[in-house]
Structures are given as structure tokens and as C-alpha cells.
């Protein structure tokens, strides 16, 4: 299993940024897939995920978002492209922090540990 984010990058308070994780190699029926993120000092948390119930259009799915962050980012996956999107608006400085790509074969869960497939990182950079 391999997941590699893109489009991480420097924007300005109150701008925009689209995080793209292609995965390859997953071919698990019901999975989670999402995003969390780490800035310097501090641990990894959580900001969005999707529970995705097989791969057709016509799937169950369960959408997860952080308080920090509900209302400005939204999660979606293209099952096609075997892609996961994290739309990111009404950015803050807070936000600055290295962002990961992360699965799990099972329903989702909020800790890090839980997730045993990992992107190596995209860094989002808010001033």
C-alpha cells in the first residue's frame, strides 16, 4: 500500500489549498481514509476522514471532521482514481503544520495508532 500527498504549499490567512493522496494498492472493501496533521511541538491530530463502503458509486459513506476545522475543510475521495481530496478554505495560521494521507481497513478512528498506512507528508504553510 502506498499514499502519496500532493498539493501542500504557503498561502496567505483566509486563502485556499486542495491536498490531493493517490493511493495504490488498496483494494480493501470497507476502509477509512483521511487526513491528519502535525506542527512542529506538537502531536498528531486529526482533521478529516471518509468511511468508504465499496467502490462504486454507490457507497455508504461517513464523513469525520475536527471541531478546528469544520465548516472550512471538507473531505472527499474519487473511488475511480483511487484519490482522497482535503478542500481547504478560510485557512489560519494555525493550520500551518505537515498534513499526512493515512488508511485503515476498518471503520475510523481518531488515533493516529490506529492507522497503520501512511503518506510521507505535504506541508501547509499559513501566514
Known amino acids: 500500500v502506498q499514499l502519496v500527498e500532493s498539493g501542500g504549499g504557503s498561502v496567505q490567512a483566509r486563502g485556499s489549498l486542495r491536498l490531493s493522496c493517490a493511493a495504490s494498492?488498496?483494494?480493501?472493501?470497507?476502509?477509512?481514509m483521511g487526513w491528519f496533521r502535525q506542527a512542529p511541538g506538537r502531536e498528531r491530530e486529526e482533521v478529516a476522514f471518509?468511511?468508504?463502503?465499496?467502490?462504486?458509486?454507490?457507497?455508504?459513506?461517513?464523513?469525520y471532521y475536527a471541531d478546528s476545522v469544520k465548516g472550512r475543510f471538507t473531505v472527499s475521495r474519487d473511488n475511480a482514481k483511487n484519490m482522497v481530496y482535503l478542500q481547504m478554505n478560510s485557512l489560519k495560521p494555525e493550520d500551518t503544520a505537515m498534513y499526512y494521507c493515512?488508511?485503515?481497513?476498518?471503520?475510523?478512528?481518531?488515533?493516529?495508532?490506529?492507522?497503520?498506512?501512511w503518506g510521507l507528508g505535504t506541508q501547509v504553510t499559513v501566514s
Open positions: 493515512a488508511a485503515r481497513s476498518a471503520a475510523c478512528l481518531s488515533t493516529p495508532a490506529s492507522f497503520p498506512y
Open positions: 494498492g488498496y483494494t480493501q472493501t470497507r476502509h477509512c
Open positions: 471518509v468511511y468508504m463502503v465499496g467502490s462504486s458509486t454507490i457507497s455508504a459513506d461517513s464523513v
